[in-house]
Structure formats: structure tokens, C-alpha cells
């Protein structure tokens, strides 16, 4: 198999506002298509989308600034608040040696844990290590050991000096300035969101839909929840009934001509748990549960204004799955890229060193021998997909067989599980090709989200993954029909830092109450997901859709 070379782009991209050729300004003319638009939505738990709902409050509230003095602090460990998550974000000609001591600052933790457990039969050395930590003490107490452990070695101090050198060129107080002032960057795009998401809402409507839902469930004529991997009761006639509430109440819209196709972890009445299956008119409750949203609410509402066409989208995903492993592209089954294989071979020979050392025998990791079958996620996927390709009139009511449908594109939002491997763009690359090839569109166009997580402008592509996505888009053979979308710019920052400002003030202080307010409000996956913030979800699914027309109309 021919790899082309794919380099990983260490670059910093200056636009942090994502653009697009329809105005921001006034209503775009809508690109004219005859043939029902099949358009795939495929990820990982943020494309499953796990933000609820009531969280688009947030929409309607000025951005959140936490208070200046609380995020500058400096903890006396390296616990990754606002000061230490410098270490990501660091500009200067330190940052290998930085990123050596992060490496160094993991190494040190599994060192002592290994020591503390008692692994490879090393027994625990009072005389040299000090006193050993109480396993049953639970992670605080490991925490705050293995943190004093770096601590004397040095790591920290070291860490801090780099952090604090003339030569950083983003600083904390850097760092928060941006924070502070991200949402002027996106200010056209928050406000087309709001337009066409919540037009004409208000903050206290919030409430009634709040107390509305509330009741709904109390008399048990809406249910939003079941359990872990049981089949969901009429799933398609409760997220109905949440939609009508929420369009009733919040303006949220339900699609004219847009439905969508769902499997895996969906709510659903057929099938169970990651196996679950859904259909229906799109409206919000497509995500992982009737009161959930991900990308496909934004991508498919977004998608209908810009592409006057019947659109169906087939939106598959699971979390914790990666692209090197559960969504392996077809081609790739035994198969190592040079990335991979590279790897491997310096993997091996660095652990050979360090058995030796050690006086023990080292397994090299083998080569990866071929299965039969690609990678778990499309094992189960493409039955799905080729049943609603076979018959799409199934899934989209009012379907013209004799007008036939075209595959419209395929919106990509994963990458969690793959950070830190090196090869994200090579099978990237490769899955693109194989895609294309099973759905028969050589040309389909294909739109990636990278991770936004990573939030500052300096720091948006220099993750493996982000690096990964631009570099395919960079290929001759993808230039015109791949693209990227930084979703950075809508990553509520600010919400990583409620714990910090919280902790910072008294319970009675405003600025503590003010935090409280926020994580009640607009949070509802804590730390993590983009902290389930449908603000997020409506801001990044728009954005992607964009794209998406965009690489359409050429």
C-alpha cells in the first residue's frame, strides 16, 4: 500500500474565527439540489453529543469572565489549574525542555505508583523512599503523595522557572486576557446562532421550560431517562414531545425538511444500549438521550437554510473509540502505517533498554496481524448505512426514488482517543479513501471538527490530531473537498476554571455565587465534552455546516 507523506503541520494558525463563503451579514441564497442529500455524521462521545439541552440558557448571557485574581494563582503542585495549563500553551524556544519535564512529571507518578503496589517484585524501601502511603487513603492521599515525590525531585520548580521566564511569550496573564475577551472574536457567529436557534428568547423562558419538563416527567408523560444500556419505551414519541416543549418555549426549531437516520448510543426503540436505533423529523434529542444534543441538531438545522434540498442525516457514533483502533479504516486491518510501524519499533527498543537495565526480559510488541474485519465502529456501522442507502424512502418520508438520492458528505467530530498518536493523518487519509470507495462517491466532500478543547489560538494545531486533520486537507487529492473547521474559538474556556473560583471566595461572596450560577446553568457534563454546553454544540454543528455547503457548491 502506498502512503503519501503526511506531515504533521506544527504551525499556528492566526484566523481563530471560522469562515465561510456565506455572509454573516444577510440571509444566504440557498444552493439549488434536486436529490435527497445523504449526509453521514460520524464520531466519538461528542458526536454521540452529550450536552443537555436547558444549557443553551447560556446563549442569552453575556460571556463569563472569572475574576482575574483567582485564575492567576499558582497552586503548589502541578494540578493543571489556570497557572500550570501554561505548560500546554507556553511560547518560547523552552518548549521542548517544558514538555521533557511534563513527560518527566508522569514518569516520576507511574514510578512511585509502581513502587507503592509493589510491581515487577520490588519491594517497597522504607529507609530510601520514606514512609509508604495508605492504598485504602483513596486518591487523594496517592495524589498528594505522588505530588510531593515530584516535588523533591525537582520537577516542579523547574516547570515554574520556565512559566515564569522573560522568554514565555504567552504568559498566564496572556492566557487569561484571551480568555477574557474570546467571545469578541466570534461575535457574528454567536449572534446568527442566537437568530436562528433562539430567536425572540428570553432568559427567564428558560425557567418555564425548566418547570415544564419538570412536570412532564413528575406525571410520567415524558420519560428522559432509563438505564444503563436498557431499551428505551417509545423513545421517538418522548424526544417529540421534549422537542415541541423546547420549540414551544425556546424557539428551538424543528427541521421542515431534514430528518436523520441514528445508531449506536442513541436513544431509541429498537435495539438496546450502543446498539440502539432511531429516525425521525430533526430536532433537538438526538444525542445521547432525548434531552441531548450534539453536532447533527446544529449541522442538520444549519445544513437546511443553506442547501434548498430534502436532507437525510445517518449519524452513527460511540465514545471512547478511536481511529487508530475501533473506527481502523478497512484497508489498514493488519496493516501498520510508516507512523505506526516507526513507532512501535522505537517503543520496542526503548523498553529493551530499560529491562535491561533492570536485570528482566522484555516482550517486543509485535507487528499487528490482519482480522478479517475492520475496526469495531464500522463493523457495525455499515449494515446500518447500507440498509438506509438500499432504501432511503424508509427513513425520509416523501422520498422521490425516481429523482434518487446523492451522498451530500460526512461530518467527522473524533480524536479524543487519539491523542498522542503521531499517525492521526495518515489513517485520516486512508479512511477517507475507504469510505469513499464503499459508498461509491469518490469525490464525497468530507468535513472534520478538530478538538477545540485545546482553546488558545497558539495551541489549535499543535496536537497530533488537529495537525492530522489540516495536513490531509492539504493533500492534492483532498484540497478540494476536505476541510477543516477550528472549533476552538467556541470551547467555553471559562468553565474550566469554576472549581478555581469557587475555591478562591467565600460561599456568601458574589463571585463564588456567580460561578455557581454558571456550572448550574450552562454546564452539564463537568470537566469534560466541552463541559456539555449546547452553546458549544450550536456554535460548532453550525460552523461545520458551513463548511459543508461550502465544499458542496464547488
Known amino acids: 500500500m502506498n502512503f503519501q507523506k503526511i ?9 481563530f474565527v471560522v469562515s465561510s463563503i456565506f455572509p454573516t451579514s444577510a440571509a444566504p441564497t440557498p444552493l439549488k439540489k434536486e436529490k435527497l442529500q445523504i449526509v453521514f455524521c460520524f464520531g466519538q462521545s461528542n458526536m454521540v453529543g452529550l450536552a443537555d439541552v436547558k444549557t443553551a440558557w447560556y446563549l442569552t448571557q453575556p460571556q463569563y469572565v472569572p475574576p482575574r485574581e483567582a485564575c492567576l494563582t499558582k497552586s503548589r503542585y502541578f494540578d493543571w489549574n489556570f497557572y500550570w495549563s501554561g505548560a500546554n500553551y507556553y511560547e518560547g524556544p523552552r518548549k521542548a525542555e517544558l514538555a521533557q519535564l511534563v513527560d518527566a512529571r508522569e514518569k516520576s507518578r507511574m514510578k512511585w505508583r509502581q513502587r507503592v503496589r509493589g510491581d515487577n517484585g520490588v519491594p ?53 486576557n484571551e480568555l477574557a475577551n474570546r467571545e469578541k472574536e466570534i461575535t457574528a457567529e454567536v449572534q446568527r446562532v442566537r437568530e436562528i436557534y433562539l430567536k ?16 412532564a416527567v413528575k406525571d410520567k408523560s415524558l420519560i428522559l431517562k432509563v438505564g444503563k444500556n436498557a431499551a428505551f419505551p417509545d423513545a421517538e414519541k418522548h424526544r417529540a414531545t421534549f422537542a415541541e416543549m423546547a420549540k414551544k418555549h425556546l424557539n428551538l426549531p424543528i427541521a421542515q ?25 430533526l430536532s433537538v434529542g438526538y444525542g445521547g438521550a432525548p434531552s441531548l444534543i450534539g453536532p447533527e441538531y446544529g449541522v442538520g438545522i444549519t445544513l437546511e437554510r443553506l442547501v434548498d434540498a430534502p436532507i437525510l442525516l445517518v449519524k452513527c457514533s460511540w465514545g471512547n473509540t478511536s481511529l487508530a483502533s475501533a473506527w481502523r479504516p478497512w484497508s489498514l486491518d493488519g496493516v501498520e502505517t510508516p507512523i505506526e510501524k516507526a513507532a512501535r519499533e522505537s517503543f520496542n527498543k526503548d523498553q529493551a533498554e530499560i529491562a535491561k537495565k533492570e536485570g528482566r526480559e522484555f516482550t517486543p510488541r509485535p507487528s499487528p496481524t490482519p482480522t478479517g474485519k475492520p475496526g469495531w465502529c464500522w463493523e457495525l456501522a455499515m449494515p446500518q448505512i447500507e440498509k438506509v442507502l438500499a432504501d432511503p424512502g424508509k427513513y425520509y418520508t416523501g422520498y422521490d ?36 470507495e464503499k459508498v461509491k462517491a469518490p469525490k464525497m466532500p468530507f468535513v472534520c471538527g478538530t478538538l477545540g478543547m485545546v482553546g488558545f489560538k497558539n495551541a489549535a494545531f499543535t496536537n497530533e490530531v488537529n495537525a492530522g486533520m489540516l495536513a490531509v486537507s492539504k493533500m492534492p487529492e483532498f484540497a478540494s473537498n476536505v476541510g ?39 454546564v452539564s457534563e463537568k470537566g469534560f465534552h466541552y463541559h456539555g454546553s449546547a452553546k458549544f454544540f450550536l456554535l460548532n454543528g453550525d460552523a461545520l455546516a458551513r463548511k459543508l455547503a461550502e465544499l458542496m457548491a464547488q
Request: glycine residues 10%; proline residues 6%.
Open 257 to 281: 425538511r431534514t430528518r436523520i437516520f441514528g445508531y449506536g448510543a442513541i436513544a431509541g426503540s429498537e435495539g438496546e444500549g450502543i446498539k440502539s436505533t432511531t429516525h425521525g423529523p
Open 7 to 15: 506531515s504533521t503541520i506544527p504551525c499556528i494558525v492566526s484566523s
Open 124 to 176: 517497597w524501601d522504607e529507609a530510601a523512599w520514606g514512609p509508604k502511603p495508605d492504598q485504602k487513603g483513596g486518591r487523594s492521599v496517592m495524589y498528594a503523595f505522588l505530588d510531593k515525590k515530584a516535588e523533591e525531585e525537582g520537577i516542579y520548580k523547574r516547570v515554574a522557572e520556565i512559566l515564569d521566564s522573560p522568554e514565555n511569550k504567552f504568559t498566564v496573564s496572556d492566557a487569561y
Open 484 to 522: 477543516v473547521v477550528n472549533t476552538a474559538p467556541f470551547y467555553p474556556q471559562e468553565f474550566d476554571l469554576l472549581k478555581q473560583v469557587r475555591d478562591s471566595y467565600p460561599a456568601d461572596s458574589p463571585e463564588h455565587k456567580q460561578a455557581v450560577l454558571m456550572g448550574q446553568r450552562a
Open 200 to 215: 425572540d428568547t428570553k432568559p427567564e423562558d428558560f425557567d418555564a421550560f425548566d418547570a415544564a419538563v419538570a412536570a
Open 401 to 436: 426514488a425516481k429523482v434518487g438520492y446523492e451522498i451530500g458528505g460526512l461530518v467527522w467530530f473524533q480524536g479524543y482517543s487519539d491523542l498522542g498518536n503521531p499517525a492521526y493523518g495518515e489513517l485520516l487519509a486512508q479512511m477517507i479513501r475507504d469510505f469513499r
